[in-house]
């Protein structure tokens, strides 16, 4: 990069700028100086290098769908918009899907071209280990080409606890039964102090790697979150992104790392401002500079949004996910952008060609199916294939 753009910036930055140019990682401390750095044109700048050394100019997508077999949850997380507690089971918003209205949803995409069923929910006391491992396997029983990624380290603590197994034995489990990878929720913020003010009751920092470690070695790849913009502050993410760093150096299980920017709707911590569209391109920015060893920065458009998507890929983002109909319920109730998404593969395509990115749709662990630059939507099947 030329540095006469930038060469206002304090000395600090043009040596992190030099870092980033010549592949060297950055250190913790120069991660936090990134995010003081208000210049987000430097910011954006620095973040495409990693990004289009990493992914050139493309921008991934895949066709998904969600399954929330409950959001009864025994845990209590005061950002949870979302969960109910037993006693509140004839709260209308709660649910418990039966076993048949799971398998229906799974056969209702028969005809689809779907690649995956993301599978995630409230930690039910009722449903155990045996019970989701028997249920993958009849999801498999219908459409084995599925990809099933279900499942986070929250819910796999739990149902290892209650069937008395070690994660490892867990994971195996479910595993010879059909599920192929970890999604990576429950990550929030791994710092033990706040983890202990906002989500106190729920697996501990240690354990949540302790889970996606064990899976990496069984062979099962796992993606990781970070819930951010709430009561953190830098010094807490770069925390939370440098134990994720060292843990893909040891096993490089990780598929993507997706940022969750905090929602202030109905949930505990709803006297917390929501933080800027700046804050969130920047947070992009740094995890992108940052997490130097992670193939894939994802956008959860649905959470933030078509226009703050659009933005990010310049801003270290290659991958926008790909919900399938209105099917997950987690930040609509949190009060998300999209109270009830809905894009088809054409406008998807759309969004990523209007951003000058090139739209390829992907498995769950990034072969590339078909890139869509000269895809003319002429069928009404396509326009219909991804119905966010
Ligand atoms: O762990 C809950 C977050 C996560 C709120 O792996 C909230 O491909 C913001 O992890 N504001 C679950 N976020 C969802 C998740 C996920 C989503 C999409 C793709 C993948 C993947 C994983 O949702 C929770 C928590 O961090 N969450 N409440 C809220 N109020
Ligand atoms: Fe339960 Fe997950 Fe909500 Fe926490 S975030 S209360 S574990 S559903």
Redesign the pocket.
Known sequence: MSTSLFEHLPEELQKISQKVIDNQRISPEEGIQLFECDELGFLGHLSNIVRERKNGNKTYFNRNFHIEPTNICVFD?K????SRLIRERDDYQAWELSEEEIYDMVRAYENQPITEV?I?GGVHPKMGLHYFANLIKNIKKIRPDLHV?AF?A?ELEYMCRKAKVSFKEGLKILKEHGQDS???????IFDEDLRNEICKDKCTTAQWLEIHEAAHELGMP??????Y?HIEKYEHRIDHMLRLRNLQDKTGGF??F?P??????Q?Q?SDIDEVSIIEDLKNYAVSRIFMDNFNHI?A?W??IGRKTAQLSQSYGVDDI?G?IDDS?K??S????EDQNPTLTTEQLVNLVKESGRTPIERDTVYNELKDYTDVIFESDDNKKVLTY
Do not use: Q
């Open positions: 997380c950002f949870c918009s979302y993301h995630v990624k986070t929250v970890l999604p990576g929720g429950g990550a929030e796992s993606n990781a979150t970070m819930l913009g598929n993507t997706i969750l920017k905090f929602r202030n709707k949930n911590m994802k959860y649905p959470m996910d919900t997950t987690i930040y109730m949190a009060g998300a």
